[in-house]
């Protein structure tokens, strides 16, 4: 067999290295048109404490940060979504008995410039002044490596993993936390779903959905593999939609589940076992070892398939919270004019300020 040349030694190199600016391209590519007109948001009314809320010492933002009387929440944070994420902050705090109690955990991409991740600080502190909240930069390199392209551009994101790294973002006094995506409202109180027992041993709790075909997130070469296949073995493994998640930081911290969701993310890389974006990693390692939420706290998939994102119903049931998961955006629909009925339940928490307005 010939000597390989040094240009056939580079060859995979550069070709890993084009798919990682092939993907960070899309995301830049999403944020560059969400900015391309500047969004402006209404400054928010203040919440206050009902008086039978507990007291938080409020002399340092280092007491408030790591008081474990306060509810902790985990966002991310970018252009994108940045009307989502305005949206979805009102909501917590219109319908939270202990509005002043929320601490707020804001994760960015650090491929944002600078003065872009300051005007994103910014825009959260003109129009929710008295928020108590804390930024923290994301290393996209940390994950673009072991991305793999999946059936949505969106969701191939590098910052749509920074979940997966809370732990270790998040300072280690912060003990539990909520985590919500930004395409999301509340319509109840957050206390309720963070005081979610997690009982001796589980790390996350989240609603599951066991009617769901669970063998559907993973590839048939997945399910045909003898070793593969039984990962899941004695395990009640279902469903479970991360953008609602209560998480016991500590116990991740202890059980380093950061590395074993990096290893499954190496195996896809080697073995394409998934196709759904950052899920399928969570899936494996939690699935059937999560504490229960009731389905009330994730009412899911209102922006339809990852396709088409057509209109959907609610599912029966009582509801407190409404997930825009899927393509369609209710925002997107709204500007656009087709909005699909629910959308009119997320229209009463938009802050933007409509051009109308903004002439006034």
Same mark, same amino acid.
């Given at each position: ?23 960070? !391209? ?32 409020? &002399? ?6 790591? &008081? ?15 009307? !989502? ?27 944002? &410039?600078? &003065? ?78 963070? *005081? ?36 899941? *073995? ?8 991360? !953008? ?42 939690? *699935? ?39 393509? !369609? ?27 109308? *307005?903004?002439?006034?």
């Amino acid at each position: 067999m010939p000597n390989s040349t040094p240009q056939q030694h580079l060859l995979p190199s550069l070709l890993s290295l084009i798919l990682l600016f092939l993907l960070l !391209g899309q995301c830049l590519f999403t944020k560059t048109n969400a900015t391309t007109t500047a969004q402006k948001f209404r400054e928010a009314p203040k919440f206050y404490n009902s008086p039978s809320c507990p007291s938080i010492p409020i &002399s340092s933002s280092t007491m408030d940060l790591c &008081s474990d009387q306060a509810v902790h929440v985990a966002m991310t944070l970018d252009a994108t979504y940045l009307r !989502g994420s305005m949206a979805a902050i009102l909501s917590v705090l219109q319908h939270s008995s202990c509005p002043e109690n929320i601490f707020f955990h804001f994760v960015t991409s650090s491929s944002n &410039s600078i &003065s872009n991740s300051n005007n994103l600080t910014h825009i959260i502190s003109n129009s929710f002044p008295y928020l108590k909240f804390r930024v923290y930069p994301f290393d996209d390199s940390a994950v673009l490596g072991l991305i793999s392209t999946s059936i949505r551009a969106a969701l191939d994101c590098a910052l749509n993993y920074a979940r997966n790294y809370l732990a270790d973002l998040i300072p280690p006094c912060v003990r539990r936390i909520v985590y919500l995506d930004s395409d999301l409202v509340l319509v109840d109180d957050i206390a309720k779903l963070a *005081a979610t027992p997690l009982g001796n041993q589980a790390v996350l709790a989240a609603p599951e959905y066991c009617n769901a075909n669970f063998t559907s997130y993973f590839t048939p070469t997945f399910w045909s593999n003898p070793t593969l296949s039984l990962t899941f *073995a004695g395990r009640s493994a279902c469903y479970f939609n991360t !953008g609602v998640m209560v998480i016991d930081l500590e116990r991740w911290r202890s059980g380093d589940y950061t590395t074993k969701i990096v290893e499954w993310m190496e195996f896809q890389k080697r073995m394409r076992i998934y196709e759904l974006g950052s899920l399928p990693p969570f899936l494996l390692v939690f *699935a059937g070892n999560i504490a229960p939420v009731d389905h009330r706290w994730n009412q899911h998939g209102l922006g339809g398939d990852n396709f088409r994102g057509l209109c959907r119903d609610l599912h029966p049931g009582p509801v407190s919270l409404l997930h825009w998961s899927g393509k !369609g955006k209710p925002w997107a629909r709204l500007d656009g004019n087709r909005p699909c009925p629910l959308d009119a339940l997320w229209a009463p928490y938009d802050l933007l300020q409509t051009q109308f *307005a903004l002439e006034s």
